[in-house]
C-alpha cells in the first residue's frame, strides 16, 4: 500500500474524483477526500459501515462506486448526532447498529437514481461474498452476523441474496426468525425515519449481543464446535465510536508504527487547516506563456547546460540502477544453473559441449516514480536559470533511463 509521501498526481486526481461524487450524491460541498480518508472540511468523517471502510478501495473486489455513492448516501439520510447518541456501548452491539443504519438509508435510495442503487447493492453482496470468503461460516459468531446483515439486507431492500449465501444462512435464519422476524417487519416499516427506527435496531443489537454473551445457548444450530477456539473470533474489523477519532489503517504510514506515532500523525491532521481555496489556481505554462518567452527560455537553458561537462550515459545507467529493480524476461542458455530438460538429448547426439543449462535473463525495470516540486516564488528568481537547467537534465536522464518524472512548481 501507498504512503502518503507516495502518492502520485494520479492518486490525488483520483481522491479529488471519489470527494466529488460523495459530495453530488450528499449535497455536502464540504465533503473532500485526502491520503483515502473522507473529511467535511477539517473533520475527519469515521465511524463508517465495515463495508465502507476506506482501505477497502485497495481490494480488488470492492465496487469504489458501491463505496462512494453508500457514504453519500449516509450523509445525506443519516443524523450523525442522533445515531451516536443512540450507540450501544458494547463492541458487538455498536457494530450491529452501524450496519443496520447503513443498510437503511441505502434501502431509502431514491427510485429516480437507479446507477446508484445498482452500485450500492453490488458492493454490499461483493462484501459478505468475501466475508464469507475468508472464513465467514467458519466460526459461530460469523455466521450469526451473516445472517442478521443478509437476512435484513435483503427485506430492506426487497432482494434475494445469492444462492449460496442464501443456502448458508437457511438453518439458522429460520431458527432465529421467532425473535427476529418482528423486529425485521419493523426495520423495514420504520425505515424512511430515523428516530423511529432506532428502536427496532437497538433491539436487533441488543438481542445478537445477548446470543454473544450466553454462547448462543438457545440456539444449538449456530453453536458449533470449533477445533481452533480462534475462529470463534468475528472477522469484522470494529472499534467503538469513541475510539475511532481517526483510524489508522494499511494506506496509512504508521500503520505498523507505536502509539505514540498515531497520536503525533492524528495531531498533524488536527493542525493542518486549508483556511481559504478561493484564490488557488493550477496552469501549464506551456498553455500560458507566450511562444516566443518559451524560445527564449529553452535557449537559455540549453546554453547554460552546455556548459557543464555533464556525462550523460553514467548518470543514466547509475539512476536506471537506482530507481529500477531487475526482473526476469526469460532464460538464457548456460553452462550452469537449471537444467534445460527440452535439451537433454543433444548430450548424446552431438559430439562437441553443448550448454545444456539455462538460467534466468533479468533486466532492469523501473519500480518508482521521481516528483520535483519547485518553489517558484520571488525570493527563489536569481537561482532560476541554475535551477530549471538541471531539472532540465534531470528529466533528461530520467526519460532516457524510462523512469517516470514530474515537474511541479508552487508559489
Known sequence: ????????????????????????????????????????????????????????????????????????????????????????????????????????????????????????????????????????????INLLLLAIFGGTWSRLNNAALPQLMQDTIEIPRSELYQSTGPLLEMLKRTRFKQEEFIKPALEMAQFVSNLVTKEYQDVPSIRIKRRNSSKNQFQIPWEFSDQQKHPVAENSPFANGSAMQREVYEQALSRYRIFDTAFDIEIKP???????????????????????????????????????????????????????????SRVITSKSAVAIHQKEYLLPKPDSTVTFLIDCSGSMKENRLAMAAWIDVMVRILDKANIPCEVLGYT
Open 1 to 140: 500500500h501507498q504512503t502518503l509521501q507516495s502518492f502520485s498526481s494520479e492518486d490525488m486526481l483520483l481522491q479529488e474524483r471519489y470527494g466529488a461524487i460523495v459530495r453530488s450524491i450528499s449535497g455536502n460541498a464540504r465533503i473532500n477526500m485526502r491520503d483515502w480518508n473522507f473529511f467535511e472540511g477539517d473533520e475527519f468523517v469515521g465511524q463508517l459501515a465495515p463495508h465502507l471502510n476506506p482501505t477497502l478501495f485497495f481490494e480488488p473486489w470492492a465496487d469504489h462506486r458501491g463505496m462512494l455513492d453508500g457514504l453519500g448516501l449516509r450523509l445525506a439520510y443519516s443524523d450523525p448526532a442522533l445515531h451516536r447518541s443512540s450507540q450501544p456501548n458494547d463492541l458487538m452491539g455498536s457494530l450491529v447498529f452501524e450496519v443496520l443504519e447503513q443498510i437503511r438509508v441505502e434501502s431509502i435510495c431514491p427510485t429516480s437514481m437507479s446507477g446508484t442503487k445498482k452500485n450500492i447493492q453490488n458492493h454490499f453482496i461483493a462484501w459478505l461474498n468475501e466475508f464469507m470468503a475468508k472464513g465467514g461460516t467458519e466460526g459461530s
Open 286 to 344: 506551456l498553455e500560458t506563456i507566450r511562444m516566443a518567452q518559451l524560445i527564449s527560455f529553452r535557449e537559455e537553458i540549453d546554453e547554460k547546460i552546455s556548459s557543464w561537462p555533464i556525462p550523460w550515459s553514467r548518470f543514466i545507467k547509475t539512476y536506471s540502477a537506482l530507481f529500477s529493480a531487475p526482473v526476469n524476461h526469460g532464460f538464457e542458455s548456460s553452462e550452469e544453473g537449471l537444467l534445460n530438460r527440452k535439451l537433454l
